[in-house]
């Protein structure tokens, strides 16, 4: 899988449609390979891991359905599935 300046496509509709512009939407380049098959994405809270995470989802479901991918270029791989777990609602703050 590459991936070069990927963007989650979810959050540049809701930054349009809040008249925000995509001009400040921040783009991530990804590559794995048959030999890294395990990722550990560490980062401080509100670093930005769960929007990487969900536009690499993302780019991944929208090529296996034959679709555009929100990135400047792609090279990916159909894959049989595709795993996530994510919070149903992140709760900000320090506990």
Known sequence: MQLH??????LAVRMVNDNRGAAHLVTNDHYS??????FILTGPNQGG???FLRSVGIA????????FVPAKSA???PVDYI???FQEK???GVK
């Open 60 to 67: 991944q479901v929208l090529f296996q359905a034959g679709c």
């Open 5 to 10: 300046q990927v963007y989650d496509l979810s």
């Open 75 to 77: 090279a990916l791989s």
């Open 90 to 92: 992140e709760v900000l």
């Open 33 to 38: 390979d048959h030999t890294a098959r395990i």
């Open 83 to 85: 795993f996530t777990h």
């Open 49 to 51: 891991k769960t929007t």
